[in-house]
């Protein structure tokens, strides 16, 4: 049987479509965690082993390290509305996200090794505050509010 009837005879199985329907949903729950919408200087954001420039438009994930330039800034927009303004010199992770927008729960929690990072909260915060945490080398802070501002420094010694 040539390649091409064995592939016929495979797609026609109904367990083949459900795989298919599978990987396609693992694939969109992959979604950006959130976009930056504003840059004024130069970021980076480093992806496990890759480094790549930021620019408006470019999408954040989960576990995604983004560090500003001097004179800089990024304003970054997530998917629940939290907006996040990161400042010159600073490095942030974000360690977790998750946000189901049907139910508007979801969870955030972001390091902020140096520098400055003011956050408006979104959703999350809204409908769980306990689900949110930002994380500096000595504090780590739960948010019950909705407009705050981490100022770190520089990052602490190893």
């Known amino acids: 049987m040539s390649r091409l009837k064995r592939l016929e005879t495979r797609m026609k199985n109904p367990s083949i479509w459900l795989l298919c329907l599978c990987c396609a949903a693992t694939v969109q729950a992959a979604e950006p965690a959130g976009t930056v919408k504003t840059l004024k200087g130069t970021a980076h ?34 998917r629940d509305s939290t907006l996040l303004t990161v400042g010159a010199n600073s490095m942030i992770e974000l360690n977790k996200y998750t946000f189901d927008r049907s139910t508007n729960t979801g969870q955030m929690d972001t390091s902020i090794k140096r520098g400055t990072l003011a956050v408006v909260s979104g959703q999350i915060t809204k409908n ?19 407009e705050f501002i981490i100022d770190v420094g520089e990052e602490a010694p190893r």
Not at 55 to 74: F, I, N, R
Not at 131 to 136: K, L, N, P
Request: aromatic share 2%; hydrophobic share 30%.
């Open 45 to 78: 954001i480093e992806r496990g082993k890759d480094r790549m420039e930021v620019g408006v438009g470019t999408s954040l994930q989960t576990q995604d390290k983004l560090l500003s330039g001097p004179a800089s800034g990024v304003g970054i927009t997530l």
């Open 128 to 146: 769980n505050p306990n689900e949110v945490v930002f994380r500096t080398n000595t504090v780590t802070l739960g948010v019950r509010g909705t």
